[in-house]
Nanobody, 122 residues
């Protein structure tokens, strides 16, 4: 049984930082592309960042230079370091495995966590 668990969300002031973590079990973590998605109230879920099984990162244009994705295959863990947070980054953040990093369409990812809330105050 595949389990995906996110952590690290919270409330932060604009300009602050958070580090999200995602731990997956029940699959061979090292072989999967893994993405971070977010969904704000009333908006569609969007891909924020993705890292391929070989370590190549992809970023949404609006987070380039502020967010950094990384993975530790020995710990089956994915990270998203978020610096320079803005109120528009406020959303539920989800970790998902198994899709392509090119395009990062949510419907192509079979495994999802429950999400962690990020709220950025102005």
């Amino acid at each position: 049984q595949v389990q995906v668990v996110e952590s690290g969300g919270g409330l932060v002031q604009a300009g602050g930082s958070l580090r999200l973590s995602c731990t997956a079990s029940g699959l061979t973590f090292v072989g999967y592309n893994i993405g971070w998605f977010r969904q704000a109230p009333g908006k569609e879920r969007e891909g924020v960042s993705c890292i391929t099984w070989s370590g190549s990162p992809y970023y949404l244009d609006s987070v380039k230079g502020r967010f950094t994705i990384s993975r530790d295959n020995a710990k089956n863990t994915l990270y998203l370091q978020m610096d320079g947070l803005k109120p528009e980054d406020t959303a539920m953040y989800y970790c998902a495995l198994g899709g392509s990093c090119t395009g990062a369409l949510p419907q192509n990812y079979p495994y999802w966590g429950q999400g962690t809330q990020v709220t950025v105050s102005s």
